[in-house]
């Protein structure tokens, strides 16, 4: 069965400090990982992906199969940071099912 | 494009009352997903479709919930009878494809149920 871990519900760090979002999953095959963000009053959105290993506002994520782990990282956080965070799963069934952990909220304080 | 449309986008109802939630995908996705967002829970998947036919109902909590798809541009989310556990913000996401693409979401339906 799939599943998605975030054990913080709230991690709060002041700007310029580095911050580590943790995310385990639970899969038996390769799945595809995601982190999508919902900043206030806005609509949640995708943030990065694994497999495009790729940076978005100073962000990154990397893929961890031996710990099942996929931590979103970013060495100094800004207050334009705070926000919820959802780290999402989707399975290498091809079954298109995406499933989301329990959210993290990120503060920022000045 | 004006993304994905829900409504309402607050709900205040009694208990056993019938609550019926809408959702106007993105024009050209074939994919729609419903997810039920709590503080204790986090996204929950519901139900989702692939080209107007339901794929995996398995988050569905009760029979009390059905989700209907009737074409490509609309989609349905029915509680009946519902309870005040049900309160919940209720999401509608879509992408263009069932296996690629990023998800699109709504703004979320607050439902309060006294």
């Known amino acids: 069965a799939q599943r998605v871990t975030q054990p913080e519900k709230l991690l709060s760090v002041f700007k310029g400090a580095p911050v580590e979002l943790k995310c385990n999953y639970s899969?038996?095959?390769?799945?595809?990982l995601f982190w999508y963000v919902q900043y206030s009053r806005q609509r949640l959105q995708l943030l990065l992906r694994?497999?495009s290993r790729e940076s978005i506002k100073g962000f990154t994520a990397d893929l961890n199969k031996g710990e099942t782990s996929f931590h979103l990282k970013k060495p100094f956080a800004q207050e334009e940071d705070s926000a919820m965070y959802y780290c999402?799963?989707?399975?290498?069934?091809?079954?298109?099912?995406?499933?989301f952990g329990q959210g993290t909220t990120l503060q920022v304080k000045p | 494009d004006a993304g994905v449309i829900q409504s309402p986008r607050h709900e205040v109802t009694e208990m056993g009352q019938e609550v019926t939630l809408r959702c106007k995908p993105i024009?050209?996705?074939?994919?729609l997903f419903w997810y039920r967002q709590t503080m204790m829970r986090g996204l929950e998947l519901l139900i989702y479709?692939?080209?107007?036919?339901?794929?995996?109902d398995s988050g569905m909590p009760e029979d009390r919930f059905s989700a209907k798809m009737p074409n490509a541009s609309f989609s349905t989310l029915k509680i009946q009878p519902s309870e005040p556990r049900d309160s919940a913000v209720y999401f509608c996401?879509?992408?263009?494809?069932?296996?690629?693409?990023?998800?699109?979401f709504g703004e979320g339906s607050r439902l309060t149920v006294l």
């Open positions: 024009s050209g996705h074939n994919s």
């Open positions: 479709f692939n080209n107007n036919v339901p794929i995996d």
């Open positions: 694994h497999i």
């Open positions: 899969y038996s095959g390769s799945p595809e």
């Open positions: 996401a879509s992408r263009w494809d069932l296996h690629t693409g990023e998800l699109f």
């Open positions: 999402a799963l989707m399975g290498s069934s091809n079954t298109g099912k995406l499933i």
